[in-house]
């Protein structure tokens, strides 16, 4: 009897990912998989906290997309190594802080060595040619292969038949004739391979869940770094940056304003790490402080807060400010009116 071939497939959670394992599970190929946990991609954990996100589905679709494959899937957490391709990488930044290129090289060669470690044959990615502005494109595909080790024992399913036949083609593991030719941006023909493969729910065809790409969150990560005059972070640093409303009225501190409740909850968690503020008679939202600060900066940010509340209006308004070891003082300050807030302290 033939040997079975064993593959491991990276799982984002996304559809092209899930439809390139059916493929190739399809060719009776073992599949299992691999999710690499860098801190940036939670995008469930976020709709879970925010209550404006009842509606959103909240679930890790990493483990969702393995379930409904009915594979085994592997998630490994690389916080720290990844901390070198977003800081420093070699082929620089796509248009915010994403560094696609060096993350698809560096995950694809961390699958290299899973495999290698544990008996498999070859990799599976959900990649396609002229989907992504800079990591899935014609010229990047072979750089891909190359630097991250795996060489033609990457298999790209879905654009297969505009590549190079790869190790698995060649060797016969995989039918190269029952794989695709997609290519371009347009998601139609994986919609309707999902239809064909009996997939009905999955995510956004178009989404992500890289916080990286998305602009807001970017300006946050460089004001973080730029403010602590070092290019590193931790997770806490890394879950913050993705709530709340960013203020910094001063180079050394900034604020981060609570939105909802959902937001506040998941804030009072860290009020053993950061200076907090709430309004003491008046409803409002939570505030952490983030730098060092003294009287005159506390001062600021109470007015700041106060805004927010619905003490906006009064003269006074007190403000509780507890420290991390949970000491708390009064201060009463002035809200600033509407439009007193300088547009340049939002980050």
């Not at 700041?304 to 906006?312: E, M, V």
Request: aromatic letters at 8%; proline letters at 4%; glycine letters at 8%.
């Amino acid at each position: 009897m033939s040997q079975q071939r064993k593959a491991v497939a990276l799982i984002s959670g996304g559809l092209d990912s899930m439809l390139a394992t059916k493929a190739i599970m399809n060719q009776g190929i073992h599949v299992e998989g691999i999710n690499f946990f860098t801190g940036f991609c939670v995008e469930g954990h976020t709709h879970a906290i925010r209550k404006r996100d009842t509606d959103k589905v909240k679930r890790n679709n990493s483990l969702w997309v393995a379930e409904q494959l009915g594979i085994k899937l592997h998630i490994i957490d690389i916080i720290e190594e990844y901390k070198q391709v977003l800081i420093n990488p070699k082929h620089g930044y796509g248009a915010n802080m994403n560094p696609c290129l060096d993350c698809k090289i560096f995950m694809v060669n961390k699958a290299k060595q899973w495999m290698q470690e544990n008996g498999f044959d070859f990799i599976i990615t959900g990649e396609v040619i002229g989907q992504r502005p800079m990591s899935q494109r014609k010229y990047t595909m072979p750089v891909i292969a190359a630097e991250s080790g795996a060489d033609d024992r990457l298999l790209r399913p879905l654009c297969a038949q505009n590549l190079p036949a790869t190790l698995p083609e060649r060797e016969g593991w995989i039918d190269r004739n029952q794989l695709f030719g997609f290519s371009g941006r347009s998601r139609k023909p994986q919609m309707a391979l999902a239809k064909e493969f009996g997939f009905s729910d999955y995510a956004q065809p178009a989404g992500g869940c890289c916080f990286l790409t998305d602009e807001s969150y970017s300006l946050k990560l460089v004001d973080l770094w730029k403010a602590r005059g070092t290019r590193d972070y931790e997770l806490d640093d890394v879950m913050l940056l993705k709530v709340g409303r960013h203020i910094r009225p001063r180079p050394h501190f900034k604020l981060i304003v609570a939105r909802e409740d959902g937001e506040a909850q998941f804030m009072s968690g860290y009020k053993k790490e950061y200076v907090s503020m709430h309004c003491t008679h008046h409803r409002g939202p939570l505030v952490l402080l983030d730098g060092s600060l003294n009287a005159d900066d506390i001062a600021l940010a109470g007015r700041i807060l106060a805004r927010y509340g619905q003490g906006r209006d009064e003269a006074q308004v007190e403000v509780s400010v507890r420290d991390q070891q949970g000491v708390e003082q009064i201060i009463s300050v002035q809200p600033f009116k509407i439009d007193e807030i300088p547009e340049d302290w939002f980050i």
